[in-house]
């Protein structure tokens, strides 16, 4: 065999192999293309999986939103409704009482008694939703829960001593609602009057 046979056919090797080569090339490409369109695909479900959630994870917080501002909104409106049931009974009493006092011949005693189980009434409903009665006769004052209109000299009270409750106060779940108004006594000297607006301190 000649010599120029010889680098015919190693060129013809060459190009064999490279064929080869390239064909490899093109293979690994298409696998790698079907890789890339495999893992392309499984993102997009993942990201369609995420959407979906996160469109009934807001479709869930708007309801709830909405169902919290009804509740909202109805414990806003009838939150007296409880306290009026209770307090009904009371103004009935009142009214009964009212036209028995304009028949003629009322008798005074009846007119008491029923008074007296209407004021009942009206106490138990207080304290079926914590509303407390302030009553401070003779406990020392306390500017926190009463205001002093007067004070007294009172020789047999110690000095900032509640000598007289004007006018009750109350509180509703500890929370004072209204002061009770007081006199208060003092050592000596001549009687002081308060502004009703204010309190005295500890001091008589």
């Given at each position: 065999?000649?010599?120029?046979?010889?680098?015919?056919?190693?060129?013809?090797?060459?190009?064999?192999e490279?064929?080869?080569?390239?064909?490899?090339?093109?293979?690994?490409?298409?696998?790698?293309?079907?890789?890339?369109?495999?893992?392309?695909?499984?993102?997009?479900?993942?990201?369609?999986?995420?959407?979906?959630?996160?469109?009934?994870?807001?479709?869930?917080?708007?309801?709830?939103?909405?169902?919290?501002?009804?509740?909202?909104?109805?414990?806003?409106?009838?939150?007296?409704?409880?306290?009026?049931?209770?307090?009904?009974?009371?103004?009935?009493?009142?009214?009964?009482?009212?036209?028995?006092?304009?028949?003629?011949?009322?008798?005074?005693?009846n007119?008491?008694?029923?008074?007296?189980?209407?004021?009942?009434?009206?106490?138990?409903?207080?304290?079926?939703?914590?509303?407390?009665?302030?009553?401070?006769?003779?406990?020392?004052?306390?500017?926190?829960?009463?205001?002093?209109?007067?004070?007294?000299?009172?020789?047999?009270?110690?000095?900032?001593?509640?000598?007289?409750?004007?006018?009750?106060?109350?509180?509703?779940?500890?929370?004072?609602?209204?002061?009770?108004?007081?006199?208060?006594?003092k050592?000596?000297?001549?009687?002081?009057?308060?502004?009703?607006?204010?309190?005295?301190?500890?001091?008589a």
């Amino acid at each position: 065999m000649s010599e120029k046979d010889n680098e015919t056919n190693k060129l013809e090797e060459q190009m064999a192999e490279q064929e080869e080569n390239l064909m490899d090339a093109e293979t690994d490409a298409a696998v790698q293309d079907d890789d890339m369109a495999a893992k392309l695909a499984q993102s997009e479900a993942r990201a369609q999986d995420n959407w979906e959630q996160l469109l009934r994870t807001k479709a869930e917080m708007d309801n709830l939103r909405r169902r919290t501002e009804r509740e909202l909104e109805n414990a806003h409106k009838y939150a007296l409704e409880r306290f009026s049931q209770e307090l009904l009974p009371v103004k009935d009493s009142l009214e009964m009482g009212v036209s028995v006092a304009r028949t003629e011949g009322a008798e005074l005693a009846n007119l008491l008694e029923g008074t007296e189980l209407t004021l009942k009434m009206l106490n138990t409903v207080m304290e079926k939703f914590a509303i407390k009665e302030i009553n401070p006769l003779d406990e020392p004052f306390d500017p926190e829960l009463h205001q002093a209109m007067s004070m007294l000299e009172s020789p047999d009270k110690a000095p900032n001593t509640v000598i007289n409750v004007m006018q009750k106060g109350y509180t509703l779940n500890d929370r004072l609602i209204r002061p009770a108004m007081v006199v208060v006594s003092k050592a000596g000297g001549n009687e002081t009057t308060q502004d009703s607006g204010t309190n005295v301190d500890g001091q008589a």
